[in-house]
């Protein structure tokens, strides 16, 4: 694999995290479904992968940037694994509505889990050279890095308006910046 197919890589890993929050942030309006303070924690468990894709494609591959990936990769399923733990038991209900047949936190917890094994795999097949110091970032790495910061703008927008400057409820109805 060359620079170019791991930076294509890291692009995408940023573009599909991307969209994994958008699809949270547009399912959270369009079925009316407030994240509780476990979603809110696998969603900053998403920014933290988005952060170190992000820094691999603004300054080049590096390992360490796969660790910052690693290190939220793990948060987010740890969140994700205590809310699935909390709705195994059966007849105990879900949260939220599922998609595809899964609740989005159990989805969360396979993509995260998903994320650990294919950086695992990157980094058991590292090649110094794919950090050479030459690197460049690209016009499309530009534009994946401007969609990443728009959709993490758009989820602490809107978890703002739902908790405002206070802990987030259990079981939110109602955004906060509505009741004012």
Known sequence: MTRSHITLLNMLGLLGMSAIL??????????NELPCPLCLL???????VMFGFML????G????????????????AVAALRQ????????????GSPILGMHYYTWAFVLFMATIFAV???????NDEWSDKGYQMTGIGR???????????LNFVSTFA???PYQCPDNPVSYWLMNL
């Open 22 to 31: 958008f699809i949270g942030f547009v399912l959270q309006f369009a079925w």
């Open 42 to 48: 696998q969603r900053i468990g998403f920014v933290m």
């Open 56 to 59: 691999n494609v603004v300054f």
């Open 61 to 76: 591959t590096q390992q360490r940037h796969y660790g910052v990936v690693l290190f939220g990769a793990i948060f987010g």
């Open 84 to 95: 699935v733990s909390l709705h195994v038991i059966p007849g105990t209900p879900g949260y």
């Open 120 to 126: 695992a795999v990157l980094l058991t097949l590292w």
């Open 143 to 153: 534009a994946v890095c401007v969609i990443a910061v728009v959709v993490v703008g």
């Open 162 to 164: 739902e908790c405002g």
